[in-house]
Every structure is written in C-alpha cells, then in structure tokens.
C-alpha cells in the first residue's frame, strides 16, 4: 500500500456489504423483529465500514452475509457513538 493511501475496507473479500436503512425499511425491520431500535446489537460509529458509508449514530444498517446453508442471512445493527 503507498504512504498515505487509505486502505478501502469495503473493497476487502472478508468484509460483508453493509448498507444504511432508510428510515421506513428500518420501521420495518424493527417492527418484525421486536419493536425496539434498542434490541438491535450496535456497531459504532468509530467502525471503518460505518465511516466509511458516513453512518451516524441512530442508524440501522444491514449486513449481508454468505451462508452456506441458506445463500445469504442477513443482520442488523444500531449504530453508536464511539
């Protein structure tokens, strides 16, 4: 890597896609799965993948996922200060 490149960790084969919801796919997904943003697992904001997608904090972004057994699982997380 060149001095003073910065390295794209969304780019990398190991780091899944993430996305940022919008605010009604994220009513959505919090209504289904337990209805409170608050439930979610969080990732903060300090994350290279959340700077990089200038996520903030009360976001909720998806993560997709290989799997072996059902092609693609997905997550989700509440994005934090940190």
């Given at each position: 890597m060149a001095k003073g490149k910065v390295f794209?960790?969304?780019?990398?084969?190991?780091?899944?896609?993430h996305e940022i919801l919008s605010e009604a796919e994220a009513k959505s997904v919090v209504e289904k799965y337990g209805g409170s943003v608050s439930l979610f697992p969080y990732i903060k904001d300090s994350d290279p993948v959340c700077k990089e997608l200038e996520a903030k904090a009360g976001d909720l972004?998806?993560?997709?996922?290989?799997?072996?057994?059902?092609?693609?699982?997905?997550?989700?997380?509440l994005v934090i200060e940190g």
């Open positions: 794209d960790s969304m780019i990398h084969r190991l780091v899944p896609k972004m998806k993560i997709t996922r290989d799997s072996r057994t059902s092609r693609k699982s997905y997550y989700y997380r």
